[in-house]
């Protein structure tokens, strides 16, 4: 990988293009967004991986995401919640978050982070 400073923010030279960083959000993407982006990406790919391979019949509505950051501690990121509303025909929650544990054991980014990051995931059924 590749960077360069270019006016007031730091532009990643990625194979899919170009990736601009910033503190300001006129002119490129936070670093804590995309830490927690790289959580819930990997997560959600791992995660979706295991259930196709179960062949679990499902559909991803919405992902959120809510951070808390430690202001003392150079604004450190300190927790992420992460929420997986599904919906599907005939869908057993305790069997789908048994997954999402095995998702997490398997997500590098979690394994990354998770001795510095409480990260709790919550998965909901929506109709």
């Known amino acids: 990988m590749k960077f360069s400073v270019e006016d007031e923010k ?3 030279k990625l194979g899919y293009g170009d990736l601009p960083l910033s503190a300001n959000d006129d002119e490129g ?3 804590f ?3 927690v982006s790289s959580i819930v990406g990997c997560s959600t790919i791992v995660y ?3 259930l196709k391979k179960q062949k679990i ?12 950051r430690n202001e003392k501690e150079a604004n450190r990121i300190e927790y992420l919640k992460i929420t997986f ?4 025909d005939s869908l057993n929650l ?19 982070v998770d ?13």
């Open 29 to 31: 993407y936070r670093p």
């Open 57 to 68: 019949d499902y559909e991803i509505v919405d992902i959120e995401a809510e951070v808390e």
């Open 10 to 12: 730091l532009v990643g």
């Open 85 to 88: 509303k599904l919906k599907g």
């Open 115 to 127: 001795k510095n990051i409480r990260i709790e995931k919550v998965i909901e059924i929506v109709e």
């Open 33 to 35: 967004q995309l830490l």
């Open 94 to 112: 305790e069997k789908l978050e048994k997954n999402m544990e095995v998702a997490s054991e398997n997500c590098p980014m979690v394994r990354s």
């Open 48 to 50: 979706e991986r295991i």
